[in-house]
T-cell receptor
Framework: GNSVTQMEGPVTLSEEAFLTINCTYTATGYPSLFWYVQYPGEGLQLLLKATKADDKGSNKGFEATYRKETTSFHLEKGSVQVSDSAVYFCALRGGSARQLTFGSGTQLTVLP | EAGVAQSPRYKIIEKRQSVAFWCNPISGHATLYWYQQILGQGPKLLIQFQNNGVVDDSQLPKDRFSAERLKGVDSTLKIQPAKLEDSAVYLC???????????????FGPGTRLTVL
């Protein structure tokens, strides 16, 4: 079945540091890949997505590239801010399945 | 536009008691999902509705969990009786229906945090 493996946290960075959160997946067919973010006290929000190999999703300075050869979708940001502190979830939607399969989440804390 | 509403936000019960959660999706969204998020894990789909019909409930523990969406709008998820391992955040999400089977972004509510003692 489908599965998503995420870099374990928590991750603590200083403001303006470079961020990478690793995500790899196992799926049949050609899944779509997503990053969701959950700010404290709020629901999950879609951060970015990529629907086919070599696509790059981007939003709010975050980027992730769909790498089929390495089955990865790592999240990156060049300069994090305190307001980026949240839990980040990698997810996939495989083939004709309607459901999302989530990773376990990575807690990011950015210190001023 | 109002988001997905859930209540209550927090609930503490003792094992073997019953509990119900309520969700009101974004207006016009035909698809509604209930997820269970255990601490330290990602959300796991429990049940998916399309209007008032069940699309997928393969991961719903039907001996104790039930859900309904009678009028195709809001929904309730019930646990009866609760077990210690049911302690989790229960998330509701909704999505619009698009033509052609394209991906419909899911919009999540803030969740209900359940603690079973």
């Amino acid at each position: 079945g489908n599965s998503v493996t995420q870099m374990e946290g928590p991750v603590t960075l200083s403001e303006e540091a470079f961020l990478t959160i690793n995500c790899t997946y196992t799926a049949t067919g050609y899944p779509s890949l997503f990053w969701y973010v959950q700010y404290p006290g709020e629901g999950l929000q879609l951060l970015l997505k990529a629907t086919k190999a070599d696509d790059k999703g981007s939003n709010k300075g975050f980027e992730a590239t769909y790498r089929k050869e390495t089955t990865s979708f790592h999240l990156e940001k060049g300069s994090v801010q305190v307001s980026d502190s949240a839990v980040y979830f990698c997810a996939l939607r495989g083939g004709s399945a309607r459901q999302l399969t989530f990773g376990s989440g990575t807690q990011l804390t950015v210190l001023p | 536009e109002a988001g997905v509403a859930q209540s209550p936000r927090y609930k503490i019960i003792e094992k073997r008691q019953s509990v119900a959660f309520w969700c009101n999706p974004i207006s016009g969204h035909a698809t509604l999902y209930w997820y269970q998020q255990i601490l330290g894990q990602g959300p796991k789909l429990l049940i998916q509705f399309q209007n008032n019909g069940v699309v997928d409930d393969s991961q719903l523990p039907k001996d104790r969990f039930s859900a309904e969406r009678l009028k195709g709008v809001d929904s309730t998820l019930k646990i009866q009786p609760a077990k210690l391992e049911d302690s989790a955040v229960y998330l509701c999400a909704s999505s619009p229906t698009l033509a052609g089977g394209q991906y419909n972004e899911q919009f999540f509510g803030p969740g209900t945090r359940l603690t079973v003692l």
